[in-house]
């Protein structure tokens, strides 16, 4: 009788160090995001380092299947070289997601990312939507569905978001706008580069065709992609079928790689002036923490 309630004792303890652990690191997660989104520096300590590197909530909007992994590529970004995701933080004006978005995962930010994990490469940068898809140059290039060349916005002397703004009103056309190129090698304008892609989605709220920008990143290898920086499982609130995706790739991680990554729910604010908030939720989880 004394070993079985040793037993019994022993497995409460070790469900409620279980949920405890959980719960740390889930709303860990909720806290440092909301951090990252509600900083607004100009760029990050270092060499000319962008702010993209410590601020912000980086993105992809995904759709689980069990014939493939969500944190894998889409044939498009095999084939060009690039993925695209949305970045997000208080002093933009980002009420939505691409395509429906309302599931996905988020990458830690490049100095924040644990020890051991990829460096995800960064490429370039749109204030709006870039029509990626039709783009080559690893999806920051000429646009294949228009008559001109679209070369990245420092070759065409477009080096602040006022240059960007008064080129895209010559055609009011998202297809012919130009990327900031915001490669590790354009040290050190790749800082001013990223800040002044945030500056005009800011300047140009009203008259930008869509809510939402796209940073590209390069296609990383998939052989590798456990060692992917995923910092959560994401889902937006109000959005049906939201959370059980989000579960589902949660499931799928940890099937796949083990380890517990966080569910953390993503309410977008309504309308330009409110802030986003990202919460933990146990009865969210799918998976529990090892």
């Known amino acids: 009788m004394l070993h ?13 160090a279980t949920a ?3 719960a740390s690191i889930g709303a860990q997660t909720a806290a440092r995001m909301q951090e990252n989104y509600n900083a607004i520096p100009t760029q990050c300590e270092g060499n000319a380092v962008p702010a993209h590197a410590c601020s912000g909530v980086l993105l992809r909007s995904t759709l689980p299947s069990p014939h493939y992994h969500t944190w894998h590529h889409s044939q498009n970004s095999k084939d060009k070289g690039g993925v695209s995701f949305s970045y997000l933080r208080s002093d933009l004006p980002t009420t ?82 130009c990327a900031f190129d915001i490669r590790r090698a354009r040290v050190p304008e790749r800082a001013q580069a990223f800040h002044q892609t945030l500056r005009a989605q800011r300047l140009f709220a009203d008259e930008l065709p869509f809510v939402w920008n796209e940073i590209v990143i390069g296609a990383w290898d998939e052989a ?66 090892p």
């Not at 924040?112 to 920051?140: F, H, I, K, V």
């Open 224 to 289: 590798h992609a456990s060692e992917l920086p995923i910092q959560s499982f994401f889902y937006i609130d109000g959005e049906y079928g939201a959370l059980e995706q989000a579960q589902a790739d949660q499931k799928d991680w940890h099937r796949t790689h083990g380890g517990f990554i966080p569910v953390i729910k993503i309410r977008l604010p309504w309308q330009a002036g409110e802030r986003a908030t990202f919460t933990y939720h146990e009865p969210d989880q799918a998976v529990a923490a």
């Open 96 to 177: 939505g997601l691409p395509a429906d978005g309302r599931s996905g995962f988020t990458l830690y930010p490049l100095l924040q990312r644990p020890a051991g994990s990829l460096r995800y490469e960064m490429l370039c940068a749109w204030p709006t939507d870039g029509d990626t898809w039709e783009r080559d140059n690893r999806g920051c290039g000429d646009n294949r569905q228009t008559p001109e060349r679209e070369a990245a916005c420092h070759e065409q002397g477009v080096h602040t978001a006022e240059d960007w703004i008064a080129r895209f009103r010559l055609t009011g056309d998202y297809k012919r706008q």
């Open 4 to 16: 079985s309630q040793i037993r019994s004792l022993l497995a409460t303890a070790l469900l409620a």
């Open 20 to 22: 405890s652990a959980q």
